[in-house]
């Protein structure tokens, strides 16, 4: 009893220290619980995971991705547009009858019959039937599912290529990822891709749902014109296959303004089954990132350049002995021969390495070199396409360079350039000595946003008095040098042949070479220089294969551009008139 | 004063009444709180309604938007040069050639010429009637003609 009554009394004394304790314990939760409640002590992610947890409950959030834009040519043809694909999948214990399924839907995906009934009564709760299937069967399938319960079918993006494999390298491609790769869809991936949109959707019934319309990324017109595209790509091939050439390039642009208006490789590949390609090379676009020894052609920027520096005159003479010695290599015509006493203007139209080497020699490494950094060598003309290499050329104080390199530079030979390069520099001569930056996009436009691309000029490196004088010497040279192969009656033409021999880590390889031709038209009022380059055809020289080849193309080409011959442009000169006029 | 006394006093006799009187408020209210429910409840299923009937519409447009697409990625790949190469062909077409065009100035013609706009020539304005009829002008031009008028006797 006594025992029972001690125990009462420290219960009595202990429940109120018990009481003050849960007590002290319930107002520390009670504070925490409030200050819950004012943010301003939180770090902003720890609010946004709060906030996240507070809203799962009757909101999601919804990842809109922006649709992509389409790509036009300069005539607004498309030739990169977005459709979907769909995936077919199904649930096999929801279908009740395996066998007549599967006869319908292997007859509708293209699949083998007894494989789909296999997968059709397997215990999985899900088997994918097909991965990639076009929109078309995928409205059949939808059609079917109403029929059939257990069908999934779910629409995938996808980027389409309708023209196929025209301008493939230009335009690049998007990956499953839909990120862009190579050519503008990696280069303005950014702007084609637009932003994707976070939204919150109410779970609740009664919230009225909002119009969740997805954002466009910008719509870009290329410089490309589609029909110049495809004339440059099919007369390309033929090249390919009559020359027995492995590889090729054709490049065509505006040197007023620096619009790219064709740009073909071969081979190619189809962007619209960009996986199937074995060879990755391929996906890369030789104009702009393979660089080559150009061989003769860089003789008309030699002489360009001597001119301008004033160490020659077009008139100046040289004797021509067959070779020279240059920092201890002797160097030789294409022919082994001594041409005797021969101008400025016969060194383009013979070609001769020799006249080419003594000229540089005159102009001495100095000028030489800032000349040629002038007309962008060794430095990547900036287009707006991914992946462009910038070329390589020594210099003095490079541990690479010899005083040979002077020599051989003059005539494409120890210097290395993009296609694009070369074009660029030459089309400086067409366009008055002024060398515009060049560009395939022409406009991009994002909603009522249109931003044009405004020519712009890389720089000058000759003047327009030294590159009419060098424009009447490739004038010359197809007319007398090259045997007609290059000329289209009528029409006035510059250009010069190229051959030049690749390098090997023992040498030059023998019998091996890559022909080019370089050129531009009217020769009076140019409106396209074109760039021609087949690597190692079973010919060995430029005037023999490519310059028949720039004939072919530039009857096509004055056709296509609407320019009429000489006298007809004459006699619209005389009018006051111009071909530039010519709405194309 | 009559009549509060009489209330008072009818009330005082009849106790029951009190009750009634808090049963019907309280029914009252009930019944108040069904309607209001109802009437929120028929609001929100319109509501909702209106939602799903949104949704499908906004599905709808989605739907018609991706099969544009798809008509215009048709159109293009319909439209490539191989495709429309090989149709001229078909149909007869051959390829032009330096030789076979013909180009064909019109002499005279100079498109740079000079513009010269073609000269508006200023007429005078035409008077323009002003108008300073008022209200008290009408009445009277009413009443004079009403005042002349003659009666007619042409069918006597």
Redesign the interface.
């Known amino acids: 009893m006594q025992q029972q009554q001690l125990q009462e009394e420290m219960f009595k004394r202990r429940l109120p220290v018990v009481i003050f304790g849960l007590l002290i314990v319930s107002i520390f939760l009670l504070g925490r619980m409030v200050s819950f409640q004012f943010q301003y002590q939180w770090a902003p992610e720890v609010i946004n995971y709060l906030e996240g947890l507070r809203n799962s409950g009757y909101s999601q959030t919804l990842r809109l991705a922006a649709a992509r834009g389409t790509i036009y040519d300069r005539g607004m043809?498309?030739l990169a547009?977005?459709?979907?694909e769909y995936r077919v999948g199904i649930s096999p214990n929801l279908v009740a009858n395996p066998r007549q399924v599967a006869t319908q839907l292997a007859a509708l995906l293209n699949l083998d019959e007894l494989d789909t009934f296999e997968k059709l009564s397997s215990d999985e709760p899900y088997v994918l039937l097909a991965s990639r299937v076009s929109?078309e069967i995928g409205h059949q399938v939808a059609e079917l599912k109403k029929e059939i319960p257990g069908i999934n079918i779910e629409?995938i993006a996808r980027r389409?290529y309708?023209?196929?494999t025209?301008a493939a390298q230009v335009v690049g491609f998007v990956g499953g990822d839909l990120e862009g790769y190579y050519g503008v869809e990696g280069f303005y991936q950014e702007q084609l891709a637009g932003r994707a949109r976070d939204e919150l959707i109410s779970n609740i019934?009664?919230?009225?749902?909002q119009?969740?319309e997805?954002d466009h990324g910008g719509n870009i017109v290329l410089t490309i014109d589609?029909?110049m595209q495809?004339l440059a790509e099919s007369e390309l091939q033929t090249a390919i296959t009559e020359s027995g050439s492995r590889s090729g390039t054709i490049i065509i642009m505006n040197p007023g303004n620096g619009d790219i208006l064709a740009m073909a490789s071969y081979p190619s590949f189809d962007p619209n089954t960009y996986f199937e390609v074995d060879d990755a090379s391929l996906l890369i676009n030789p104009a702009i990132s393979q660089q080559y020894e150009p061989g003769s052609i860089m003789k008309v920027l030699t002489i360009a350049s001597a001119l301008e520096k004033g160490t020659v005159s077009p008139q100046d003479t040289y004797v021509d002995q067959g070779s020279i010695e240059i920092g201890g290599r002797m160097i030789e015509n294409w022919d082994r021969q001594a041409h005797g006493v021969v101008d400025m203007t016969q060194i383009l139209v013979q070609s001769l390495n020799v006249g080419a080497a003594t000229v540089s020699l005159r102009m001495g490494p100095s000028d030489f070199y800032s000349m040629f950094r002038a007309f962008g060598m060794a430095r990547p003309t900036g287009i707006d396409l991914q992946g462009e290499a910038s070329g390589t050329m020594y210099i003095p104080g490079d541990e690479n360079w010899s005083e040979s390199n002077l020599g051989t530079n003059s005539f494409g030979q120890g210097i290395a350039v993009t296609p694009l390069q070369m074009l660029t520099a030459i089309s400086a001569i067409a366009n008055d000595g002024l060398m515009m930056q060049p560009h395939v996009v022409r406009q991009i436009i994002d909603g009522d946003l249109v931003q044009t691309s405004q020519p712009s000029a890389l720089g000058r490196p000759i003047s327009a008095e030294t590159a009419d004088i060098v424009t009447n010497m490739m004038v010359a040279v197809v007319r007398d040098g090259l045997d007609g192969n290059a000329s289209?009656?009528?029409y006035t033409i510059a250009g010069k042949t190229g051959t030049a021999e690749i390098p090997s880590p023992v040498g030059y390889e023998p019998g091996a070479s890559i022909v080019s031709f370089v050129g531009f038209l009217p020769a009076d009022d140019p409106q396209v220089s074109v760039l021609i380059k087949l690597d190692r055809p079973s010919g060995y020289w430029g005037s023999e294969v490519a310059a028949p080849v720039f004939r072919r193309l530039a009857?096509?080409l004055?056709?296509l551009l609407k320019i009429?011959?000489d006298d007809?442009r004459a006699?619209?000169a005389a009018?006051?008139?111009?071909v530039s006029?010519i709405d194309r | 004063m009559a009549f509060s006394n009489w209330f008072e006093h009818t009330f005082k006799r009849r106790p029951w009444r009190t009750q009634r009187q808090a049963i019907a408020l309280v029914t009252l209210s009930f019944f108040v709180a069904i309607i209001i429910g109802a009437l929120y409840l028929a609001q929100a299923a319109n509501v909702s309604t209106t939602g799903r009937q949104l949704e499908d519409l906004i599905l709808q447009r989605n739907q018609l938007e991706q099969s544009n697409e798809q008509i215009r990625a048709e159109i293009a790949r319909l439209q490539s040069v191989p495709r429309l190469r090989d149709r001229a062909r078909e149909l007869g077409f051959i390829d032009a050639s330096v030789s076979t065009i013909e180009y064909l100035p019109v002499l005279g013609y100079n498109p740079q010429r000079e513009e010269r706009p073609a000269v508006l020539i200023q007429q005078p304005a035409a008077d323009v009637p002003v108008y300073d009829e008022t209200f008290l002008g009408w009445l009277q031009q009413q009443w004079d003609a009403f005042t002349n008028q003659q009666p007619d006797t042409s069918g006597e």
């Open positions: 043809q498309a547009v977005n459709t979907l929109a629409p389409s309708p023209q196929g025209l019934p009664f919230d009225v749902p119009d969740r997805e589609r029909d495809f289209v009656p009528g009857e096509r004055v056709i009429p011959p007809v006699a619209l009018q006051g008139g111009s006029e």
